[in-house]
Each structure stands twice: as C-alpha cells, then as structure tokens.
C-alpha cells in the first residue's frame, strides 16, 4: 500500500542519492534503525514523506498478532499525527500541519487512523514490514521557509539516521541526519 505522492518522493529519493532507495522496484533498502525522508517544498506547501521499516517504531516487523502489538501500533499512529512535536519548520515561515496519511502493508488501516481501501492490500514480504508516512504543512511565508528539524528521534529511539533528499524549485540535495545534526537546511 503506498501513499500516492510518495511514490514521485521515492523516485526522487532513489534519483537524488543515486542508490536503490525505492521500494517500488524491488530494490528497496531495509535497514533497521534507518529511516528514508523525502523532503519538498512547492508553493505554500511543505510535504515530508518518510518510508522505515516498522520495527523502528514498535520493535516489531510483522502484521501486529496480539492485543499489545496492536496497541503498540495506535500508540505510533498517534504519535505520529502529533505533526508539531515531530517536525519544526523555520518559524518565520509559520507552517502549519495540515494532514497525516500511514500506511503499511501488514497493518489495517484502522489501526493507523485511517479509512479501509476499496481495494483488498497486495502480498506483501512478511519478514520486511515498513511503514509509509507523510505530513503536509501549509506556510503562509514559505519564502522564508530555509530548513525543517526532524525530531523523530526523540519520539522513537530506534533511529539511529535518516538519509533524506530535499526537493525544492531552486534545488536537490540529500544529508544524512542523526540525532546530533537533525537540522536539515537550504
């Protein structure tokens, strides 16, 4: 199950760092402890995609069995609707979260706060559960929009890095973040 925009981020992602990072050709990198963040900046509009194996949240890779998996699993999704405490965009150009989408083959999408699909999930390979996410802010002064401070490392201790690509009309980079330099600029 993948997130519509975060298909093009992926392509991106894996374009940017001239490495397999897109899942959707087979090629994908699973790393625990790594998380993949496509980062842009259109307009008004600010998206943060992020693709990582579900381990690094729940301590757990697989479709959620028991009734302390699943509630590992809705504790995570709360967690991370919770945009402010995750993300923070440069002050000056006051963005605003404005939608969070899950998805992950293994876990319904109930459990993630999110409307059942119309269409039945494809296989998936069960020993390898990611998770996909993607924040959507709006910024009433994105020129002044220069950077985003990724604090998912305090929210989820599992990550140790987070490759990241950047997209905005003037430029592409990538950084690799960790939890000392967590500040990904342009």
């Given at each position: 199950?993948?997130?519509?925009?975060?298909?093009?981020?992926?392509?991106?992602?894996?374009?940017?760092?001239?490495?397999?990072?897109?899942?959707?050709?087979?090629?994908?990198?699973?790393?625990?402890?790594?998380?993949?963040?496509?980062?842009?900046?259109?307009?008004?509009?600010?998206?943060?995609?992020?693709?990582?194996?579900?381990?690094?949240?729940?301590?757990?890779?697989?479709?959620?069995?028991?009734?302390?998996?699943?509630?590992?699993?809705?504790?995570?999704?709360?967690?991370?609707?919770k945009?402010?405490?995750?993300?923070?965009?440069?002050?000056?150009?006051?963005?605003?979260?404005?939608?969070?989408?899950?998805?992950?083959?293994?876990?319904?999408?109930?459990?993630?706060?999110?409307?059942r699909?119309?269409t039945?999930?494809?296989?998936?390979?069960?020993?390898?559960?990611?998770?996909?996410?993607?924040?959507?802010?709006?910024?009433?002064?994105?020129?002044?929009?220069?950077?985003?401070?990724?604090?998912?490392?305090?929210?989820?201790?599992?990550?140790?890095?987070?490759?990241?690509?950047?997209?905005?009309?003037?430029?592409?980079?990538?950084?690799?973040?960790?939890?000392?330099?967590?500040?990904?600029?342009?």
């Amino acid at each position: 199950m993948r997130l519509p925009s975060l298909l093009l981020l992926s392509a991106l992602l894996s374009t940017a760092l001239a490495t397999p990072l897109a899942r959707a050709h087979g090629d994908h990198k699973h790393v625990h402890g790594v998380g993949e963040l496509a980062v842009s900046v259109e307009g008004d509009t600010l998206t943060i995609a992020l693709e990582s194996p579900l381990d690094n949240f729940v301590g757990f890779e697989r479709a959620p069995k028991y009734a302390k998996d699943m509630e590992a699993v809705k504790n995570m999704a709360a967690t991370l609707r919770k945009t402010e405490t995750l993300f923070v965009p440069t002050a000056a150009a006051q963005c605003a979260p404005v939608s969070v989408k899950l998805a992950s083959e293994a876990v319904a999408p109930e459990l993630l706060g999110e409307p059942r699909p119309a269409t039945p999930p494809a296989a998936f390979d069960e020993d390898h559960v990611d998770l996909d996410a993607q924040w959507t802010f709006r910024c009433a002064n994105p020129a002044a929009l220069n950077s985003v401070e990724v604090k998912l490392f305090d929210a989820f201790k599992r990550f140790r890095q987070f490759d990241a690509v950047l997209v905005t009309p003037k430029r592409q980079s990538a950084a690799r973040l960790n939890s000392k330099s967590r500040k990904l600029s342009w």
